[in-house]
């Protein structure tokens, strides 16, 4: 648990010191999204490498409703050195509607950094994710594999917008 949480402590200290909610340049937050719909368990298929989850396979995320209206994150990996669970609970809330995947998340405290659903499979089986910048791009997937030609579909719409697709990793599970 102490990888996820001091990875996200430096996540979040670095997005205050960025410019949290930022959306990269050509990324557009999926519209007429339905929340309900999304709600539930994620397989990561693949990442952009970064502190929070260096060294994780097995990662998956699990989002439910809060009594706040906000959405409770629950994201696991286990670490590939020791064998062990890591977890992170955080919130997140809409940014600008509620029908415009462009969430803010927090895991630490009063810091917020984008989530940013800007591709979904009709039927909300799998999704890219974006973060603030470049540096952070996800593709999650309802089940621990994925055609491969979503996964060509990714890396290709990820290159266009700007991503480097090269230093995509790719999730055991």
Known sequence: MKHLW?????????LVMTGC???????????????DRYLGKWYEIARLDHSFERGLDGVTAEYSMRGDG????VNRGIDIETGQLDEAVGKAYFVNSADEAFLKVSFFGPFYGSYIVWDLEENYQYAFV???????LWLLSRTPDIAPEVVVDFQRK??????????LIYVNH
């Open 70 to 73: 906000g959405v409770k994150v």
């Open 21 to 35: 909610l930022g959306k990269p340049e050509n990324v557009e937050p999926v519209q007429d999204f339905e929340l």
């Open 130 to 136: 974006s973060g603030p910048d470049l540096d952070y």
């Open 6 to 14: 001091k990875g996200l402590t430096l996540f979040f200290s670095a």
């Open 158 to 167: 990820a290159e266009a917008i700007g991503f480097d697709v090269s230093q």
